[in-house]
């Protein structure tokens, strides 16, 4: 586990493995999905290249792909 604390987001949850998420797509909108892993200690890491960087986030979209990403929205959970 890295010794960096999770980044709190916004609504003052705590993003961990299992936690909903919104993932922006570049320019497009953001697509909902849960952080499957955390990977803090090697996207610290410097890189002796500049192709395919690691990302901190492995996130499971709703609509099936698996995308990595830096930066993640926590999404409010769904009131019944």
Known sequence: MSDTASPVAD??????PGVRVRVREGDRSSAPGTVVEDFAEEAAMTLTREWAP???WAVALDDGRLVFADDV???PAHRQ
């Not at 609504?11 to 961990?16: L, R, T």
């Open 11 to 16: 609504s003052g949850s705590e993003i961990v």
């Open 54 to 56: 690691v990302r901190r």
């Open 73 to 75: 929205e926590s999404e």
